[in-house]
């Protein structure tokens, strides 16, 4: 695999997982008693728990995009 190849493939990766994340936060914001609705059915949370642990996770995740998608793009871009 060649450094275009695979700065051609970060990009890739964290446009998709930039859409994951849009299409999660969408959920999260616009049919939020619906998403908490469908959630409740199989773990025990209360709407204040259940909105931490949301937007808890989608920090993470944001965080794991940036650090494994968007650095090593960066990196390869400043080195090829």
């Not at 275009?4 to 994951?20: D, Q, R, S, V």
């Not at 999260?28 to 008693?33: E, G, I, L, T, Y």
Request: aromatic share 20%.
């Amino acid at each position: 695999m060649n450094v275009e190849l695979a700065t051609k493939a970060f990009l890739w990766c964290a446009a998709i997982n930039y859409g994951i994340l849009i299409v999660w936060f969408l959920l999260f914001a616009f049919p939020h008693q619906w998403f908490y609705r469908l959630v409740g059915k199989w773990y025990r949370v209360t709407a204040e728990q259940f909105d931490t642990l949301n937007l808890a996770l989608m920090s993470l995740y944001k965080v794991g995009i940036l650090l494994f998608n968007i650095v090593p793009y960066i990196a390869l871009r400043i080195v090829g």
